[in-house]
């Protein structure tokens, strides 16, 4: 397990989203990062936190706010991507950290984002993907979404399933619990 004291930022992004394919001249985009600050060596959550973003390339669709509770509205108060990312690299020290998310949907989108807006990417290279950490820590042949992973974990779902703050702090406590068996990767 990582150093003593070492905090691990826990993020989890929604993005725009639709029920098929995106309408024409639309791309799906961040609108909510929920990132929990986890303090490996006390096992604890510290922080919970939500930046809302602003899409600029694509609205909220009924099906995305359906599934994630974002309304247009409350998309259009966020903040720009930039400034959501010059957030995290300030406020919560994301270049620096270790992170972590729930398979690699989340780094992925934020590296086509960052490249397609030419922001830069605000995180550090010491990502883990904490869905394949559970499947190998669980012996499991498939890997679990994250509300099955608390199931098996016996944890509860705790908020809404698909709002960016609640998924970070429920996969924070799924961190935990890989780390209370001793099964979190070395050297995050």
Not at 2 to 30: F, K, M, Y
Not at 161 to 175: K, M, P, Q, Y
Request: net charge negative; proline share 5%; glycine share 12%.
């Amino acid at each position: 397990m990582g150093t003593a004291g070492e905090l691990l930022n826990v993020v989890d992004v929604e993005a725009t989203c639709w029920a098929g394919q995106p309408p024409a001249g639309q791309v799906g985009e961040i609108i909510e990062i929920g990132l929990t600050v986890v303090d490996l060596a006390a096992r604890e959550r510290r922080g919970r936190h939500r930046i809302l973003v602003r899409p600029a390339r694509s609205e909220v669709s009924a099906f995305c706010t359906e599934l994630t509770g974002l309304t247009p509205a409350e998309a259009e108060r966020g903040v720009s991507f930039a400034e959501a990312c010059r957030l995290l690299a300030a406020e919560h020290r994301a270049g620096e950290r270790p992170w972590a998310s729930w398979g690699d949907y989340d780094r992925n989108q934020f590296t086509r984002q960052c490249q397609s807006t030419g922001v830069r990417y605000p995180f550090g290279r010491r990502h883990t993907n904490a869905k394949l950490a559970f499947t190998e820590g669980y012996g499991l042949r498939k890997r679990p979404g994250m509300d099955q992973a608390l199931r098996i974990a016996g944890l509860p779902l705790e908020g809404w399933h698909h709002r960016g703050e609640d998924d970070a702090w429920n996969i924070a406590a799924l961190v935990l619990d890989l780390v209370g068996r001793d099964a979190w990767p070395d050297g995050t």
